[in-house]
């Protein structure tokens, strides 16, 4: 394609005949979506550009903010749902803020539930892209996020305001359960093991190598001592998921293989995750729907560790990263400054990922557990180990980037941390 001042230059040379050609042209060059996104945004300048006149006009007296939610991850529809939640609970009343959805959505009932309790109208959308594309629209946009959907401000933290559930929702979703076996009052655990069946399947997304995420996945198998224990105990474990690859190996009457459930719905996707005793995962999108509603949470194989989740009451353990030269195990410092976000990066940098055995699921979900039993006692050298750890993780120089307000219940597995050994930390 030309470059647009060459453009430019044969549309004023040619006149109309070759701005109708290059127009022309332009229908064959452009994704036919985006042309008609473009299309239908200018057919609605006539009335959408005075409407953002009026809402700036009104600004002394009203402050309208316009936005929308990502809708297409769950993880983000979840947190920047549930995070602007706490925050209007404390904003000043003079905003008034208005969304727009997607018309698809990655979860029809929690799309149902932003509207019942956000203000979404079809309409605010061609205000919301004039108001960005106008100059001095930013005092009314209201971003989706300004920080990835992480917390970093504690605003969950700061209040216990939660989108609600409408009571027969509840009973709904406690019906269910009861169907499973489940008795009143019993705990159940929401287990989320990824692999990469649901991106490979996901109708929105493209299809293409999604390849790049795959060192984030995990073998269910692996998991089952530690599923099985927590039934032993009493609790139910609800193996979760929209789309999986494989069965989950067990067959103990309290673990429910949720994700090849014949009822599985996005109804049940989001209720359980909302209020369920523990959440075990690797870290897939889903269990944010924990995280807003203040469930405990348990990540495994979590991979890179700089992100863990310092603004919840989590536990996280890391998959172990070893130099493949020597086999030895990366320090801590190591495993900062080796934060990748796609596999191959970790073999080019000469990095083998190893995951989690099933001895050390077993024992980091025992600490959990008991932790939320108030039965773990934490030794003077686990204490010790977190505190150093976190004071090498504030030390980096992009810290305030990825953590902010840092929860008191948020730390890594002590077991875990402990057997990495004093090298890990570099404790002399």
């Known amino acids: 394609m030309k470059p647009l001042s060459k453009q430019l230059y044969e549309i004023r040379s040619g006149g109309w005949p070759v701005f109708r050609r290059k127009l022309g042209n332009l229908y064959y060059l452009l994704p036919k979506y985006y042309l008609k996104t473009l299309l239908l945004l200018l057919l609605q300048a006539p009335w959408a550009i005075p409407g953002v006149i009026l809402i700036r006009c009104i600004r002394p007296w009203r402050t309208i903010r316009l936005g929308t939610l990502r809708s297409d991850r769950i993880g983000h529809f979840a947190a920047d749902a549930g995070q602007q939640w706490a925050m209007r609970s404390q904003e000043q009343s003079n905003y008034l803020d208005l969304y727009w959805l997607p018309s698809k959505t990655c979860n029809s009932f929690w799309a149902e539930v932003v509207r019942r309790n956000f203000t979404v109208r079809p309409w605010v959308k061609p205000l919301d892209i004039w108001n960005r594309i106008l100059p001095g629209g930013a005092i009314h946009h209201r971003p989706t ?211 989690l055995t099933p001895e050390e699921i077993l024992a980091a979900v025992q600490e959990r557990w008991q932790r939320i039993q108030g039965t773990w006692v934490y030794t003077e050298d686990n204490l010790k180990r977190q505190q150093e750890l976190w004071k090498i993780l504030k030390s980096q120089p992009d810290f305030s980037e990825y953590h902010g307000w840092i929860h008191p219940e948020s730390r890594v597995g002590a077991t875990w941390l402990r057997n990495m050994g004093d090298n890990f930390l570099e404790i002399r």
Not at 192 to 205: E, F, I, K, Q
Not at 304 to 318: D, K
Request: charge should be negative.
């Open 145 to 355: 996020s300004t920080t990835a959907s992480r917390d970093i401000n504690g605003w969950l933290e700061k209040t216990q305001a939660k989108l609600p559930f409408l009571p027969e929702e509840d009973e709904r979703a406690k019906a269910w359960l009861r169907g499973q076996g489940w008795q009143d009052g019993e705990p159940f655990v929401c287990l989320l093991v990824r692999d990469s069946a649901y991106l490979n399947t996901d109708p929105l997304h493209e299809k293409g190598d999604w390849n790049y995420h795959n060192y984030r996945d995990s073998d269910i198998a692996t998991y089952v001592p530690a599923a099985e224990w927590l039934a032993e105990q009493g609790v139910w474990v609800l193996r979760m998921g929209k789309t999986m690859a494989k069965p989950m190996p067990s067959s103990h009457t309290r673990i429910i293989d949720y994700a090849f459930h014949p009822e599985k719905s996005d109804f049940l996707d989001i209720w359980l995750f909302a209020h369920c005793s523990l959440c075990i995962t690797t870290g897939s999108g889903p269990d944010m729907v924990g995280d807003i509603y203040r469930r405990p949470l348990l990540f495994l194989n979590f991979v890179p560790l700089y992100n863990l989740l310092s603004w919840s009451n989590s536990i996280s353990l890391s998959k172990t990263l070893v130099w493949q030269s020597s086999g030895i195990p990366l320090t801590w410092r190591e495993y900062l400054d080796h934060s990748y976000h796609h596999t191959n990066d970790y073999p080019q940098a000469g990095i083998k990922i190893i995951d």
